[in-house]
Each structure stands twice: as structure tokens, then as C-alpha cells.
């Protein structure tokens, strides 16, 4: 068995219709042997997971490059009522971030600059 993932960014790969392999690193937090991940609703990594949800997991730094080797898991999207609670899971393990991003991103979101952000979503991810 693998050892359980560690640190503070996770790369989570999914996968395209085509099979080829898209790795994002994001935040998580654990929760009752599984992995918990905040992200927009509308982000291509959600589509692909409502149509593929088998993804790959490793610990990475912030730029995404890779600390272990991946291992297979399974993510599957929370009920909106999950989010509220895995929110002040991760606003706990990432309080410093947290107060730096949050305030950038709402400018962000205020100017019209980056990606349109819709409703957020919560990721459970499993190891196989």
C-alpha cells in the first residue's frame, strides 16, 4: 500500500477524451481517509472528471512538479452542502495563504482579469 499523501499541494491528473493527461497542483486537506478539493465548478479539470473520474494522484510543489511517483485514485464531486465544511477544513491548513489569495483573487474577480470564476465545488479523491 502506498504511503498517504503528504504536504501542502496535491498534482491531481485527469484525463482528456483523448486519454492524454492534464496535471493541475491544488490544495487539499484530508477528511475521513480521503482528500478533499475546493475548485470552480466550471473548471475543465471538473468537466473532466464528470466524464472520466479516475485521476492520479502525487504530492508536488506549487509549480506542479512532482515529489513521488502518481498513484491511481478515484474523485467523485461532494453534494453542495459538503462545501462549507471542507472550506473551513482548508481556510485551517492554508490560514496564511488563504489571507494572501483570497483578497488578490476577488480583485481579480472585481477587474475581469484571469478565468470567470462560477460556484465553487468540492473534489473527494480515494486511493484505488
Known amino acids: 500500500m502506498a504511503a498517504p499523501i503528504q504536504g501542502k499541494y496535491l498534482s491531481l491528473t485527469s484525463f482528456r477524451r483523448d486519454g492524454s493527461e492534464v496535471a493541475t497542483p491544488v490544495w487539499f486537506v484530508r477528511d475521513n481517509g480521503r482528500l478533499l478539493v475546493v475548485t470552480d465548478a466550471a473548471s475543465y479539470k471538473v468537466k473532466r472528471i464528470r466524464r472520466n473520474p479516475e485521476v492520479t ?7 506542479g512538479r512532482l515529489l ?8 467523485e464531486l461532494l453534494p ?3 462545501l462549507p465544511r471542507a472550506e473551513a477544513l ?3 491548513k492554508y490560514r496564511i495563504d488563504t489571507a494572501i489569495f ?11 482579469i484571469g478565468p470567470r470564476r462560477t460556484k ?7 486511493l484505488d
Do not use: G, Y
Open 120 to 126: 465553487p465545488v468540492v473534489l473527494a479523491i480515494t
Open 57 to 63: 494522484i502525487a504530492p508536488c510543489s506549487a509549480r
Open 90 to 92: 482548508l481556510t485551517r
Open 68 to 75: 513521488a511517483e502518481p498513484q491511481p485514485a478515484h474523485a
Open 102 to 112: 483570497k483578497p488578490i483573487r476577488a480583485v481579480q474577480s472585481a477587474l475581469h
Open 80 to 82: 453542495d452542502s459538503e
